[in-house]
């Protein structure tokens, strides 16, 4: 399964609506697992300003197939008018562990 797996990467402003998304997303069978890592900022660039804010880094371990779900649930659900979510192939991993994450997702 491990050139089916994607590590999804996903900002969010802070843990609390990073673990309920994480949440969502988990029951829905979009993702195995979600990790919240509080306590980041991120710096950045927006309309012209530049931002330093709190974030919290969602990590979401999925499959390729359920990628387009996933990531239209984030959209309709994320806050930010454009969120940072960026998928990443996993090119190997633990048998064992890439065989539960594809029995965690519907797709």
Do not use: F
Not at 3 to 13: D, K, P, Q
Not at 48 to 75: E, F, N, V
């Amino acid at each position: 399964m491990s050139g089916n797996t994607l590590v999804v990467l996903v900002t969010i402003g802070d843990a609390g609506a990073g673990t309920a998304l994480g949440s969502t997303l988990v029951e829905e069978r979009l993702a195995a697992c979600v990790q919240v890592i509080p306590g980041g900022v991120a710096i950045y660039r927006w309309q012209g300003k530049l931002h330093s804010d709190p974030q919290a880094q969602l990590i979401i371990k999925t499959s390729a197939a359920a990628w387009p779900a996933l990531q239209a649930r984030i959209l309709a659900l994320h806050p930010d008018e454009v969120p940072e979510i960026l998928a990443l192939p996993v090119s190997d991993g633990l048998p064992a562990y890439l065989g539960w994450l594809g029995e965690q997702l519907d797709r």
